[in-house]
């Protein structure tokens, strides 16, 4: 009787302990698990670094801007599936931002010289889904110019580089550009770096002046008669129309007639004079 009573006894305390045991495992399953934190961001895998283009205005048809982006693994261990991109947006007049896949085209350069990128998800594709060795750095030269102007307040370039890299939005509705930084952990064990830069599209290389701007100043004035010309006219005649006057004044030979007739004069006086004295003599 002692015996069975033992047993029972350990029977009831297995079962007691299993019971708790159960309720224990059924509270834990019923709180909710912990959010993963975001690692610093010293422990993330890239970085990323755009120069160039901050503060420089590109003209609409203008000439292109040269600008570098450098991608590096600085972790101890290759990563696949990296992506390396360039994304553009736009700032409106509200200040919102949205993503820019007309006013921009841009160059890359290879081995075979300066490559297009086309836009793939509203950004540039640089190079897609490659292996990053340890401590790999990627240069990238970049030419980037203003296809058209949109009378946009600033336009914003984002490298990016890593894994699980945010695609921009393509509802139409305002996106915030990534702002220079690095992000890694979280629940879609995302890890990636940004770089951004804010330049300007001021207005067009081909914009026409204004009508009174255009007007040529030398145009204007060849229109108005030059000195030489105004003085070339002839001016208008004094004398009255008609039938030509006689000329009454006298000309460059006046003196040689005058003088000869006084030597006719002098030679005449002479001959009287001589006559008369022959005829005194004579009676």
Request: aromatic share 4%; glycine share 8%; proline share 7%.
């Amino acid at each position: 009787m002692r015996s069975s009573q033992i047993v029972l006894t350990a029977a009831l305390t297995v079962g007691a302990a299993c019971v708790l045991g159960s309720t224990a495992s059924v509270a834990q399953a019923a709180e909710p698990a912990a959010a993963p934190q975001l690692a610093a961001a010293g422990t993330c895998s890239f970085s990323a670094s755009l120069t160039g283009l901050a503060g420089v205005k590109l003209l609409a048809g203008g000439p292109a801007v040269t600008a570098t982006v450098t991608f590096t693994n600085r972790s101890a261990t290759a990563v696949p599936k990296v992506d390396e991109v360039l994304e553009f947006y736009y700032e409106s007049a509200h200040s919102y931002t949205y993503p820019d896949t007309t006013n921009l085209a841009v160059e890359m350069r290879t081995p075979s010289g300066w490559t297009p990128l086309s836009y793939t998800d509203r950004r540039l594709l640089i190079r897609s889904n490659v292996t990053l060795a340890a401590g790999q750095q990627d240069t990238v030269q970049l030419r980037v110019r203003a296809t058209q102007f949109n009378a946009t307040w600033s336009e914003i370039a984002s490298a990016l580089v890593g894994t699980g890299l945010p695609v921009p939005s393509a509802s139409g509705e305002p996106t915030a550009p990534p702002s220079t930084g690095t992000v890694c952990g979280g629940a879609d064990q995302a890890d990636y770096a940004v770089s951004d830069q804010t330049f300007f599209i001021p207005g067009s290389a081909t914009t026409k002046p204004s009508a009174s701007a255009s007007a040529s100043p030398s145009k204007s004035a060849s229109s108005s008669p030059s000195p030489s010309s105004a003085s070339s006219s002839p001016a208008p005649s004094a004398s009255p129309t008609g039938p030509a006057l006689a000329n009454t004044g006298g000309g460059s030979n006046t003196g040689t007639i005058a003088g000869a007739a006084g030597a006719l004069v002098v030679a005449g006086a002479a001959a009287v004079v001589a006559t008369r004295r022959r005829k005194a003599a004579h009676n």
